[in-house]
């Protein structure tokens, strides 16, 4: 062994969340990585997959089981992480024995009550140890805290926070994530709400939560660390919520439904189920999609005492959500290793590692992050919509989407499109030909919106735009009987149109039957110009037009 190399056992290596974090941590050089579980040939797998990819990596096995942890000593570890779960219901015996063993603990655990009761179990022995004992080193509480610090920099109250997580349908689920889920799925659970410290049932309240590049999906009320946390740490006046949500609704509200049960009374526990849900699930995920995500929003004022709006969001593709409840322990190591976490104590992992040391072992995979801020109360719907993006906005994109006056700017536009279907919807809904058109558009606002009128030459388009009900992040443009949703991001010179969902009248349509659009707004060379392109896989490009106006 390379001298000053630390000797950092895994615990639960071979698992769902262990073999992601046995990846990340495998490529420093100062350390070697001991993977340990109760079966070692699925250790092997993991060691030869890490062999493959990391070769210089110094690996070595061992079976050790965290309820008999006598053989932990033998070892001689520096740091000991466990991944394995779950951990409600757990007492504290395997951290104390970590420490005893006179090295570092780091866990994932998201179980409220197992972290509620970490550090008056664990401080006494972390500091006569000199050595740390971390828990909660994952999504919640790790990553959203570290999320909330950003958003709510500088701000003299916080009113409401709240925080989603919705993994992906395929995405593996390990047994013991499904029980950890159904052990409190109905029963009591107590929230700090409207102000005041109230009980619901868990997964109770199903409601469409709107992730960023994911879309809306149901959530429910879920009992994390972070209900206990996020009201202390973020001294909150109003809501401290967080919600987890499956991404099928047939699941969704299945788990729902079944968790009335318990909370009825007619059942005690809905545990016993583990293995019927798991299955269940694996059969259906083929419906699903390899995407999941998190949402972190706050609500408070920030240092001028302004009304603001947050929002911090995480969308991974491709199956590399499972890679995000790691990556926060990682995180944690790695600061153990470099020397920068201070004085040994024991504590969650809020406020250890910032936003960006957590995402740090998570940049070379397809996951995304966004940061949006802001004014509820600004006048106009896209100043609103665009937050702090709008000041710096060129003066002619402003004048014409401020929302406070009518606007009417004329110029030229050239329209295009498929024959066939496509040019008899255009035709019936006012849009033009092929060709360079005389264009004028006016907008005119209403209801907190605005109403659009475009004409084309002889032909008239009209559209209402508005503030989506229930999202403040989202609006929706309705051309009879469709209504689109969008978010409004930032573009060189001007903004975006980002497609998030439709519907024809109240009922909501699947993503998968809708067309591909794009919608730009700037300005150029001091000229206000527009792009908009509409296209279906089926029917070609419905509609597209672009055009010069002042």
Same mark, same amino acid.
């Given at each position: 062994m390379t001298a000053g190399s630390r000797r950092i056992v895994l615990v639960g290596a071979s698992g769902v969340f262990g073999r992601r974090l046995a990846a990340m941590i495998a490529r420093w050089p100062d350390i070697v990585l001991v993977l340990a579980a109760r079966d070692l040939s699925r250790l092997e797998a993991v060691a030869a997959d890490l062999a493959a990819t990391r070769p210089a990596a110094r690996i070595e096995l061992a079976r050790l089981d965290r309820l008999? +942890?006598? &053989? #932990? !000593? *033998? #070892?001689a570890p520096w740091a000991v992480i466990d991944a394995a779960g779950p951990f409600q219901g757990q007492d504290h015996a395997f951290p104390r024995a970590v420490l005893a063993a006179r090295a570092h603990y780091v866990d994932l655990a998201d179980a409220r009550d197992f972290v509620a009761g970490f550090p008056a179990a664990l401080d006494d022995a972390a500091r006569a140890a000199g050595r740390w004992a971390i828990t909660g080193a994952s999504s919640t509480p790790a990553l959203s805290h570290a999320a909330l610090d950003v958003l709510t920099a500088g701000w003299t109250r916080i009113d409401r926070v709240e925080a989603a997580i919705s993994p992906g349908a395929?995405? !593996?689920r390990g047994l013991s994530v499904v029980r950890a889920i159904l052990a409190w799925a109905g029963a009591p659970v107590r929230v700090f709400a409207q102000g005041r410290w109230t009980t619901r049932p868990g997964w109770s309240g199903p409601r469409r939560t @709107?992730? /960023? &590049?994911?879309?809306?999906?149901?959530t429910s009320l879920a009992e994390t660390p972070d209900l206990d946390l996020l009201p202390a740490r973020f001294h909150v006046r109003r809501d401290a919520v967080f919600r987890a949500g499956l991404e099928l609704p047939v699941l969704h509200l299945g788990l729902w439904a079944l968790s009335g049960l318990r909370w009825m009374g007619l059942v005690s =526990?809905?545990? !016993?189920l583990a293995v019927l849900l798991s299955g269940a699930a694996g059969l259906v995920a083929p419906l699903g999609s390899d995407r999941g995500g998190m949402v972190v929003e706050a609500e408070g004022l920030d240092a001028d005492g302004i009304h603001r709006l947050a929002r911090w969001g995480l969308w991974a593709e491709a199956g590399a959500g499972p890679h995000t409840p790691a990556a926060p322990a990682a995180a944690v190591l790695r600061a153990l290793l470099d020397g920068r976490l201070g004085q !040994?104590? *024991?504590a969650p992992c809020v406020g250890l590692v910032d936003l960006e040391a957590i995402l740090r072992p998570l940049r070379d995979l +397809?996951?995304? =992050?966004g940061l949006e801020r802001q004014r509820p109360d600004a006048p106009g719907l896209f100043p609103r919509l665009l937050g702090e993006a709008w000041p710096v906005l060129p003066e002619g994109v402003r004048h014409a989407h401020a929302g406070v006056a009518p606007v009417t700017l004329t110029g030229q536009a050239r329209g295009r499109g498929a024959p066939g279907l496509p040019a008899l919807v255009r035709r019936l809904q006012g849009m033009p030909p092929a060709g #360079?058109?005389? =264009?004028t558009v006016t907008i005119a606002p209403t209801d907190g919106g605005e109403r659009w009128t475009r004409r084309f030459g002889d032909r008239t388009f009209g559209s209402v735009i508005r503030p989506t009900r229930g999202d403040p992040w989202t609006f929706e443009e309705t051309v009879a009987p469709l209504t689109f949703r969008f978010t409004? @991001? /930032?573009y060189p010179g001007g903004f975006s149109w980002i497609f998030d969902g439709w519907r024809a009248g109240p009922l909501p349509l699947p993503r998968a039957w809708a067309p591909r659009v794009r919608a730009r707004t700037f300005a150029r060379d001091g000229v206000y110009r527009f792009r908009v392109l509409v296209a279906h896989p089926w029917l070609g490009v419905i509609f597209g037009y672009a055009g010069r106006l002042s």
């Open positions: 008999d +942890p006598r &053989g #932990l !000593p *033998a #070892l395929r995405a !593996p @709107a992730f /960023p &590049g994911l879309g809306r999906r149901w =526990t809905l545990e !016993p !040994p104590r *024991a +397809p996951i995304r =992050t #360079l058109h005389a =264009t409004a @991001a /930032p």
